[in-house]
């Protein structure tokens, strides 16, 4: 594989799941470039016309002049023909099924809320916040519902082995405490998240770094 570089922000969920999925993998990122995005690090000229012309991140450089972005889609990429994407068309399909509904169920609502309750601080919710974030937390439940009875009877989402499904759902998931939301209430979701925690190649979430930045 070419050489790696992440574009990220090690405060985003999303830029954790593509380092995960890396590791897990045994995948070398060779290089991670910051960016404050609250200071338009990812608003620039030289940002929008080579990186990335929607201004996010992460987004993984595969070489000198290769840019994917969206997270899921690194992580879709880095993991095609390891073991983590099952060679079974069925079970290949329920992977895609577990990673679109974290990106419209779980980063949208526990991902939001987290980066407001670290970054802004609930005592200094706008209004507009104040109103958004009692939906956004019951949908979040909701999700989390869905995800706790899907493992009842299962130890992974997809396979009996850990799949891309179960990365891209930890990275947001295993944050929801600093959304205000207690896993303790889901408690297949949280003995999962402790099978991933232990799971051979795991890599830990670690951004204190940005959160001092």
Same mark, same amino acid.
């Given at each position: 594989?070419?050489?790696?570089?992440?574009?990220?922000?090690?405060?985003?969920?999303?830029?954790?799941?593509?380092?995960?999925?890396?590791?897990?993998?045994?995948?070398?990122?060779?290089?991670?470039?910051?960016?404050?995005?609250?200071?338009?690090?990812?608003?620039?000229?030289?940002?929008?016309?080579?990186?990335?012309?929607?201004?996010?991140?992460?987004?993984?450089?595969?070489?000198?002049?290769?840019?994917?972005?969206?997270?899921?889609?690194?992580?879709?990429? %880095? $993991? #095609?023909?390891?073991?983590?994407?099952?060679?079974?068309?069925?079970?290949?399909?329920? @992977? =895609?099924?577990?990673?679109?509904?974290?990106?419209?169920?779980?980063?949208?609502?526990?991902?939001?809320?987290?980066?407001?309750?670290?970054?802004?601080?609930?005592?200094?919710?706008?209004?507009?916040?104040?109103?958004?974030?009692?939906?956004?937390?019951?949908?979040?439940?909701?999700?989390?519902?869905?995800?706790?009875?899907? %493992? $009842? #009877?299962?130890?992974?989402?997809?396979?009996?082995?850990?799949?891309?499904?179960?990365? @891209? =759902?930890?990275?947001?998931?295993?944050?929801?405490?600093?959304?205000?939301?207690?896993?303790?209430?889901?408690?297949?979701?949280?003995?999962?998240?402790?099978?991933?925690?232990?799971?051979?190649?795991?890599?830990?979430?670690?951004?204190?770094?940005?959160?001092?930045?």
């Amino acid at each position: 594989m070419q050489r790696l570089t992440l574009h990220e922000d090690r405060f985003s969920g999303n830029a954790y799941k593509v380092r995960l999925t890396a590791s897990l993998i045994d995948v070398k990122i060779h290089e991670s470039i910051q960016y404050e995005i609250s200071k338009g690090g990812t608003r620039t000229p030289d940002f929008l016309s080579k990186i990335n012309a929607n201004g996010r991140i992460p987004v993984l450089q595969v070489g000198s002049d290769k840019y994917l972005p969206e997270s899921n889609a690194a992580c879709y990429y %880095l $993991a #095609t023909g390891s073991r983590l994407i099952p060679s079974d068309p069925w079970k290949h399909a329920q @992977v =895609l099924q577990w990673m679109f509904f974290e990106q419209s169920f779980v980063e949208p609502t526990i991902g939001t809320l987290r980066y407001w309750f670290k970054r802004t601080g609930e005592d200094n919710f706008s209004q507009e916040q104040q109103v958004v974030s009692s939906s956004k937390r019951e949908s979040a439940e909701t999700a989390l519902q869905v995800m706790d009875a899907h %493992l $009842a #009877t299962r130890d992974f989402f997809v396979d009996e082995e850990m799949t891309l499904a179960d990365a @891209v =759902l930890y990275a947001y998931v295993h944050l929801a405490p600093e959304a205000g939301l207690d896993l303790a209430r889901w408690a297949n979701v949280h003995a999962w998240c402790r099978r991933i925690s232990n799971h051979s190649g795991f890599v830990s979430m670690d951004y204190r770094e940005s959160e001092e930045t």
